[in-house]
């Protein structure tokens, strides 16, 4: 099996969910009508994209190293995977990173300090995750700031593939599910490390104070070990579907019902648990990640699922998602500068002016990300896989 079939749905509908969450905080919750409102509550909801991000990126990397674990291979070199990771990565996160880093001082009303140096500069380096000053890398662009978390994640998918390898190298997928659980149970503990002893400050705390007010809200929640107890379930779902292939798993419609079993019972959990955490870890964990890892796990065995999931238009917003991803949020700051001034985080009072601003964000979103895929990321990352 060399295609995965599904995940590029999955890719797109994360995608997608993240621009409906930026897109629906510009209603004001006071004149939405009431049979909007429900459509905009989802949309609060669906950072949740987030997660699903994460625990695919985190299939999908494992993916070869536990096919090479599993077939008694050598592990995929190491030169070649932190190539094509940065090559997947840079050329689109670098030159939209760069775009607002000089609009926040030339177009918006940002200072030109050595703050916003510092978190630009963190930015480009991967390391804004580490603390509540970088955590956003530039204004204006907040959905930037998950990128240094992704690329943390893919050293330790490299640790811990490193280690799987080092020691259990031939021995049984037994072995290999005990050494999961140990990895698992030592992020948590990190995790909670980091959660009960880093220093909560309070001055400057909120939304109300920008970004980096804004970043004293969500640390110690959000660190680097958190986001990776996302990903981690991706690891796991791409050691179970592997072992799945290996065993010559056939496809049957039981795998297209367990996956709606699984996202109806979840939908009725969000319902009577709304905003709920666990261990302070965002996203709905682990239930969440936890579904989703369920959900890559079966789709290629499904019947239908997975046909649908591919369709063109997903396929296609799937290839250009890391676009859409971090342009979209810049875009809709540009058309409240120069469109429409009251498309503000909820202040938008009129239907037309929300359509109509939210239409070009999207479109606009679409254009200038497949430009960037086509023109910057694609050539790269081919230049990327000469490299064997």
């Known amino acids: 099996m060399n ?28 004149h939405t009508p009431d049979w909007l409102a429900p459509f ?10 987030v997660s699903m991000f994460f625990v695919l990126s985190g299939a999908l990397l494992s993916y070869p190293f536990w096919k090479a674990h599993i077939n008694q291979t050598q592990m995929p070199k190491t030169g070649v995977y932190f190539l094509r990771r940065f090559a997947r990565i840079a050329p689109g996160f670098y030159l939209s990173l760069t775009a607002t880093f ?16 510092v978190r630009y500069i963190s930015g480009l380096l991967f390391l804004n995750e580490f603390h509540y000053v970088t955590l956003f890398p530039a204004d204006v662009n907040g959905p930037l700031w998950s990128i240094g978390f ?22 049984p997928f037994t072995d290999a599910l005990y050494y999961l659980l140990f990895i698992f149970c030592l992020t948590i503990m990190i995790h909670v490390c980091i959660y009960k002893f880093m220093p909560i400050i309070n001055e400057g705390r909120g939304w109300q104070h920008g970004l980096t007010g804004g ?6 929640g959000y660190n680097p070990m958190s986001l990776f107890s996302h990903f981690f379930f991706g690891i796991v779902a791409s050691a179970l579907l592997v072992y799945l292939i290996d065993k010559k798993q056939t496809s049957d419609k ?14 009725i959990y969000v319902y009577f648990q709304r905003y709920d955490t666990f261990l302070n870890i965002p996203y709905y964990w682990p239930f969440f990640p936890m579904l989703i890892g369920i959900t890559l796990i079966c789709l290629p065995f499904t019947k239908h699922a997975a046909r649908i999931l591919d369709n063109r238009f997903f396929a296609f917003t799937a290839k250009i998602s890391f676009g859409l991803y971090v342009w979209h949020f810049l875009i809709i700051e540009l058309i409240q500068t120069f469109l429409y001034e009251s498309y503000g985080v909820f202040e ?9 601003a939210s239409t070009l964000t999207v479109i606009f979103s679409y254009i200038i990300a497949t430009l960037s895929f086509y023109l910057i990321e694609r050539p790269v990352q081919k230049w990327s896989q000469s490299f064997n």
């Open 348 to 356: 938008t009072e009129h239907l037309s002016v929300f359509f109509m």
């Open 102 to 117: 000089v609009l926040s001082f030339m177009v918006f009303d940002s200072t030109l300090d050595t703050q916003l140096i």
């Open 40 to 49: 905009i509550e989802l949309g609060f909801q669906s950072n949740i994209g």
């Open 254 to 267: 039981g795998f297209d019902y367990f996956i709606l079993f699984n996202w109806f019972a979840f939908v």
């Open 215 to 220: 970043a004293l809200i969500w640390m110690p």
């Open 3 to 30: 295609k995965l079939i599904g995940f590029d749905g999955v890719r797109a509908i994360a995608c997608l969910m993240i621009i409906l969450h930026h897109i629906s905080q510009r209603m004001n919750p006071m």
């Open 150 to 171: 992704e690329v943390f994640s893919y050293v330790l998918l490299f640790l811990v593939m490193l280690g799987l390898f080092r020691f259990l190298k031939n021995r």
